[in-house]
């Protein structure tokens, strides 16, 4: 339980010291801002050896001035003087600490040096430090952030980041934004001098507000730590992994990045799989995983019904389908029927069912949803974008030409269900608006059955491992 | 040369008549018009048995009512009219027939009946065939289209398609337009009953217009001369091949679309290897590939030098290009130098080469270009949309945040480049300007990475195999 709190604190301080405020644009200039835009502005004091003020708010000389109760610093000064703002903090009782100044483990022997030094104050004055080299978290659930740059809307969702590095952090606080998947938690960790992935992925265990759970792995601090923290967590919520230091050009890369080793991949891929860990391929994979996590149920079993207007694209998804795991059986009886009854003479009713420029594209949709043989549905669709305008600029909307898709899938709620929109951007921003944010709407129709199926995988970690 | 002769008339033929053309929409109603605003509307000439007129446009009530000399016939009539509308052609002396009409041996029994009934009457009258079930061709070059679903503006390129599928043909057309990258020529084979990929493979080697042939492939008409093809072909023009059909079920389902036996999977890998072709995983790796040697010139060598302002990103794409075959060796050190010169403290100056930042992205990307030690460079740019945003509506230009990219570019022309934006789309379309229509801009580290292997193994392809 004393380990739990001493997590919270990060997430939902009472009093908060920014270390370092800067009068000036720069690295950590914009923290007081962030925090008083996102209602934190009461509990916050900036410290700056030269006071004054930014903005109307006060810079105290050193931490030991300010007026009010403080639980955790945030520390933004240069590398050579942290060790001494520690000690400080210490001192004044401060035991939660995130240090987003680089220069460390990651930046050569100098720097392992300093963080060397860092770590005997830690020991000392028994701080938590989350960093450094990181900008540290946020909890998008009370607003606090340590983060000065979130995207400009930034709507609580139930999906939580771990990354090691600040810049992945934001990179993905970005494309989630764009792909209306919203977050939940995001902690960078930077060179985890104390607090690791494992530590946050129990925080994230434990918090009832996040529902799926994404990292990005550089190397592991302590790789059986991991792999049991895993297990444990993966039981009750998905953990979408992401590893960079696949080869030992990559592992080097990542040791100047974060100071990380990031250890021989082969193990990795034994251990994260052991484990119920959802590996991605690619920052791609990473992203469509999560679209499809964050939205669908866990299948009933592995048989995939494609319905598509491309031959050529059910036969790409199924491919991809089939080597990850999945079925693609044929419809029943009944279906078959259902379809044909609508079709045109040339349809052949399979699956994929591939329904052409039939216009009954909502009719097999809808059919092989309710299809009591078939466990998850993908629809591909295939307009060309000059015969899309034509059909727009006669006053016919999308809903007529695809069906009223939230309609349709909610007919079978349990069952996955994505579209995949193959052509112009235009009919995929369309087809967005049309399916709302419940329904994944993805480009890649071998990602996305890859994705159909990490959802069947996951159904059977959770199977294999009861609670 | 008789050979060459037959299927030139295809792209470039002397008149024109149109079997089954329709007087109210659907499949085919569009090609008069595409052809008339194309140009070719003087040489085309409209059969329907009822007469009568489209749009100005009169209606033969046969072919051999059609007053002009006609060399190719585009037969859109239902299926079981073919043959006899075929006799009617041959006997006329038309001997080169593009049948877009469907319903043959995808269809089950009774259409391959139909196709059989059909090559019989090929064969008497000495016919070439494309088709049945496609749309025919595209030439970009003096305007000549059988498809009547072209992108709305559709400028000349250098990039030639070969798709079995109609639908993928035009899925491609629409993607590679909205990503600047146009076409020369695009051949749709269907049911492939005479003319294959191999015919058009060759007649693609001839054509002068074309330097980059992509190949959507659901199984080859004959492996073995494919394979002989694809070795001659590849010698002198790359061929991209994207290929479904690597499962059982996706064989399956290529056989109701184009009839296809698209063959084991595990054979066309090492054939397609070593005929020197350059295989996809994915319609976007088919893409992200098209764009890159549409543009690019071959490297002198593997070694991979690049840019970036994520540690992560660049971690990932080394990772990828490693395991793809490139090394990514440490810069020299006048680049290390000229980079330290005006780079913060913090910056450690290596391959891959973060700038975090620093705003040193430009001087860095030149440097790394301009090194002797590096054959092709790859420049990843991060940075937030929340900061980009703020940093334009300031009056800075991207050209200010990202240099002059053409020029910086300029400096080396001989060497691969590219440019991988992780950002928000506006970023994205923001660079895509920046950096013109001779410079890829692509989303995918990964794939980025993957592609400029792609460049180096067919640089060696190329090498191996001397004129």
Redesign the interface.
Known sequence: MEMENDINTFFEPEGIVLVGARRSPG?GYGIPFILRQRGWGQRLFLVNPNGGEIDGMPLYKSASEVPGPIDLGIVVVPAPSVPKVLSELGQLGVRHIIIET??FA???EKGIALQAEVEKVRKKHDLRIIGPNCIGIVNNVNGFSTNE????AFPQGVTSII???G??G??L???LY?LNLFICKAITLGNRMDIDECDMLDYLHRDPETRLIML?L?GAADGRRLRETLARVSKDKPVLV?K???????RA??A???GSLSGVDSLYTGMLDQAGAIRA????ELITLARIFATQPLPQGNRLGIVT????????A??????AGL??PQPSAETIEKVKAEAP??M?V?N?L?V??SGQFKIALSAMLQDPGIDMVMAIT?I????F?SILSKGITGEQIFGNIPAIRSQEPEKPFLICV????EIYDHMIEIAGSHIPVV?????AAKGMAALWRYRNIQTDNPK
Chains 1, 2 share one sequence.
Not at 149 to 152: G, H, K, Q, R, T
Not at 244 to 250: A, F, I, V
Not at 443 to 447: D, G, L, R, V, Y
């Open positions: 690295f680089a220069g990651e930046a050569g740059i979130l995207p400009e990354a090691q590095s810049v992945f934001n990179i606080l970005d494309k764009a990005y550089e992401l960079s230091g696949r080869t030992d050009q990559g890369a990542t100047s990045h974060t391929e690619s920052l791609d207007g491309s031959g050529s694209m059910g036969a790409l199924t491919d991809s389908a089939v080597v079925e693609t003479e040339w052949n399979k994929p591939d052409g420029p295939t060309p974008h000059s015969v305008r193959v052509a112009h951007d480009k890649s129709p071998e990602m």
